[in-house]
Nanobody, 125 residues
Framework: QVQLVESGGGLVQAGGALRLSCAAS??????MAWFRQAPGKEREFVAA???????YYTDSVKGRFTISRDNAKNTVDLQMNSLKPEDTAVYYC?????????????????????WGQGTQVTVSS
């Protein structure tokens, strides 16, 4: 069993930065990712990283967000720079038990097995 706990959310002004962290209680050998969900909207993909540190990002955060992982510590971080009001959402850490062979699979909510409780990120204009 794997348990994920996110931290680092908060309130920032547009243009500011936050660093989110996700700690896993058990080893996750597959992909790890960050998703976000705004009120009344579906959960959407933000970024993912494999165990060998290949990374994937949704277009809206490319160049602003950076995902990283520490396999020894079993953690994954999301550095968020140049934040915009539209980044406001609850951010969730996710982990998969399997290794995804295709790029599109990293973006699918249904393919992840474990989820954290979420951490709120609010960006004011």
């Amino acid at each position: 069993q794997v348990q994920l706990v996110e931290s680092g959310g908060g309130l920032v002004q547009a243009g500011g930065a936050l660093r989110l962290s996700c700690a896993a209680s058990g080893r996750t050998s597959g992909a790890m990712a960050w998703f976000r969900q705004a009120p009344g909207k579906e959960r959407e993909f933000v970024a993912a990283i494999t165990r060998i540190t290949n990374t994937y990002y949704t277009d809206s955060v490319k160049g602003r967000f950076t995902i990283s992982r520490d396999n020894a510590k079993n953690t994954v971080d999301l550095q968020m720079n140049s934040l915009k009001p539209e980044d406001t959402a609850v951010y969730y850490c996710a982990a998969a038990r399997i290794i995804f062979p295709l790029t599109w699979q990293f973006m699918q909510v249904r393919l992840y097995d474990y989820w954290g409780q979420g951490t709120q990120v609010t960006v004011s204009s």
